[in-house]
């Protein structure tokens, strides 16, 4: 497998409102030949918990949600000591330009545009963990 290079499967946390995103992200990951252990949680509030909790590899986190967005738990990850260094990845539907920039401003590390491509999510999860070796 070519997940040689990490020390133990990466452990990746799906932070994202939508079941059926949710649904077709585990599968996309579970079917890759890299290894990913992968969390879900349906809300950003639960997200950090589980975030503080398990501390994950990378965090997937959706920028459209109910209650808490994206951006505003990026920011209260990124203002918790243990937190701070954890890949963030923002999956985003909005194809302005500005929203991208405001992403990366709020702490995320890059970005992944919906509509996921199903071949690459895999590869792109494994170059932004490579970013943070
Ligand atoms: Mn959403």
Redesign the pocket.
């Known amino acids: 497998m070519p997940t040689w290079e990490f020390c133990r499967m990466p452990r990746i946390l799906y932070i994202?409102?939508?079941r059926d995103?949710r649904m077709l992200v585990r599968r996309i990951l579970m079917a890759s030949d890299y290894e990913f252990e992968v969390e879900e949680a349906d809300n950003a509030r639960l997200g950090i918990e589980m975030a503080q909790q398990n501390k994950p590899d990378l965090i997937l986190m959706?920028?459209?949600?109910p209650e808490m967005d994206g951006l505003t738990a990026t920011r209260q990850i990124r203002g918790m000591d243990d937190l701070r260094n954890i890949v963030i990845v923002a999956l985003t539907a909005n194809a302005m330009e500005g929203d991208r920039e405001r992403t990366l401003e709020a702490g995320c590390d890059g970005y992944i545009r919906k509509t996921i491509d199903v071949d690459k999510l895999p590869d792109e999860i494994i170059h932004y963990l490579r970013s943070r070796q």
């Open positions: 994202e409102d939508n995103n959706d920028m459209s949600m």
